[in-house]
């Protein structure tokens, strides 16, 4: 999951975003926040910001019918045009729990990253994931690549893991010209 809107009691865990209007009959454009799109119908019921409840229907590849809590399906494009980039949600506990070694977005910001020595590093403020790897952002800044090699022990109950910081990249010369890179 890429995305959590928080309040103090409760992460819930961004599920999808509505887009533009499909048609006249009130589909619209999904777009999902999960692994697969078909998490997106599977998970049940979704709320927006506003308190609302959905349910998605699936009807193509990247379009879906949106359904109220009463039953009542989105009938036309009008009202789909006031939901664009409306954000739906789950609860975190009404998503399955994650694979072994593999963690929801929002279970990681907020914890607490510590050296192996025991050295505060700061919070994990951000994950970012743009498709060659997932890594970190401190809240002093540092990226941090999340591998084993870098975050080697994840402590979830304790809201805490253990960073080996990768060693420092220097950089000879300007950008202008030549540049040479040791690490």
Request: net charge negative; glycine share 10%; proline share 6%.
């Amino acid at each position: 999951m890429v995305q959590s809107a928080t309040d103090d009691n409760r992460p819930d865990i961004l599920i999808a975003t509505i887009g533009k209007p499909h048609g006249v009959r009130g589909l619209v454009r999904l777009y999902p926040a999960t692994e697969s799109p078909e998490t997106v119908e599977k998970i049940g019921p979704l709320h927006d910001l506003d308190g609302q409840q959905w349910r998605i229907r699936w009807q193509g590849q990247g379009i879906a019918q949106l359904i109220r809590a009463d039953g009542s399906p989105l009938t036309d494009r009008s009202e789909a045009e006031k939901l664009v980039n409306r954000k739906l949600y789950a609860a975190r506990e009404a998503l399955p729990a994650p694979e072994e070694d593999s963690f929801y977005h929002a279970d990681l910001l907020g914890m607490e990253a510590v050296t192996s020595e025991g050295k505060a590093l700061g919070r994990v403020v951000l994950v970012h994931d743009y498709g060659a790897g997932t890594s970190l952002e401190l809240a002093s800044g540092e990226i941090v690549p999340f591998t084993h090699a870098c975050v080697p022990a994840i402590d979830v109950a304790h809201r805490r893991l253990t960073v080996c910081l990768p060693g420092s990249v220097d950089v000879k010369g300007d950008l202008a010209g030549e540049v040479e890179v040791r690490s």
